[in-house]
């Protein structure tokens, strides 16, 4: 099959106007000017997208798929104050309710060009929403505890359910583990975890997100104290100051010392802190939506990349994002790293759309299978319409979607070959029926906060 439109986006080089891509099976075959790729493949069927923009898909680093029934329910609220009323919430939820959240999640994900995700959780029905509606994935299982008699538990019981989660997982889907964060881990569950993945599991942790975080780990107090743990937990394990940065902290437990880690969020770093994560090459997800609606910071990308560290962009939670819409999470991050860092940090459409693709895929080490349109990659791909009044007329087609497309935008997603969404209809999935049970959901967790 061969598809055409005005414009073809390979990523790794300029974008093509007339351009086609060849597609065979699950494999991408050549990619080119549609009159050279017409010569070179004369037997092909041909399908012409018109004034469309084909590109990789969107591969988003990091994801909680299961929360996307909470989106809404916490608003105007800090790190600390969000992430406390949202445990309590967690506790209203069934399974039942937890997977189809999961479900809501996937089904909006490819609607809105996502073709590969890494998420971390605790819920198994997210690896089944993954596989049904076709998505590539890393799923990271959370483990957590900052009880140290109870690390051997813990380990055993989420090594227990890695390995049965391998078993259920579709072709797509590989599985990785989460230590979930500084504040919610004793020090040994740490070495414990990267222990385990030696053996290259993939590894995820939330790492120095927020200034709650930054202060409570470097000073022994702050709202993720007293907002958090003491009115939430009020047996967590006293917490004595580290007198230093969470990377640097992590730094002593061996996490960093896994072959596959990817640190979440890394807004509060020094360069110090940059450098450890450089030598220890840990790759980062940042998530800029979530950080800037809570109030966490902003990442310090160019000095990321100058370093050589590996780069993409994550949706979070659309507990708090309120959904997985890549062109947003683009235009946040390019306007966020203008205004805070001016000319010394001016990032370009091209930059952008390059971390949300490529950049994700390398951040994921999945480089060498996703995240450009390239001969002998898997066909993961995208279309965006580019014929709306915002988006015409269109000179620059990076910038056109870096500034001005959104998910309703998105006409195709195609993963390995196969289109799982096509003209507003998820391929895979009862779409309909998801949305009816998540509202109900939602209507129980909102009057859940009404009596409160």
Sequence with gaps: MI?????????????????????????????GPLADILAKHPDHEVT??????????FVDCHTHLDYSVMRGLVEDSAYAKWKYHLMLAEEHLSREDWNVSAKLGALEAVTAGITTIADITHNKGTLEAVCQVGLRAIIYHEVETMDKNAIAEAMDAVTAEIAAWRELACERVEIGIAPHSVYSCHPELFKQ??????DGTPVAIHLAGSSEEYEFVK??????????????????????????????????????????????????????????LTRKDVAIAYCPRFNAKLGMGIAPLRKFLDAGLRVGIGTDSPAAANGMDMFEELRTDLYLQRAAFGKKSFFTAVEALRMATLGGAE???????????EAGKQADIIAVDLSHSAQVPTHEPE??????????????????????YEEGKVVRGDGDRTKAAAEKIRLKLRDREIKH
């Excluded at 055409?4 to 050549?30: F, N």
């Excluded at 003491?230 to 896994?258: C, H, I, M």
């Excluded at 080490?365 to 450009?372: A, K, N, P, Q, Y």
């Excluded at 870096?402 to 799982?420: F, K, L, Y």
Aim: charged share 20%.
């Design 363 to 373: 951040a994921l080490r999945l480089d060498d299978t996703v995240g450009s349109l």
């Design 399 to 420: 910038s056109v979607i870096v500034h001005s497309s959104h998910p309703s935008e998105v006409t195709m997603t195609m993963v390995a070959g196969e289109v799982i």
């Design 193 to 198: 975890v990267s222990a385990y993945a030696q």
């Design 219 to 276: 000073y022994g107090s702050s709202r993720l104290a007293t907002e958090v743990r003491d009115q939430y937990n009020a047996k967590a394990p006293f917490w004595l100051p580290t007198g230093v940065s969470p990377v640097r902290y992590v730094l002593q437990w061996d996490v960093l010392d896994a072959p596959n880690v990817l640190a979440v969020h890394c807004t509060q770093v020094d360069d110090n802190d940059i450098e450890i």
């Design 48 to 57: 012409d997208l018109g004034l469309s923009a084909i590109l990789p898909g």
């Design 3 to 31: 598809y055409t439109a005005r414009y073809v986006l390979p990523i790794t080089s300029s974008y093509i106007e007339d351009g086609a891509i060849v597609i065979e099976g699950d494999t991408i075959i050549d990619v």
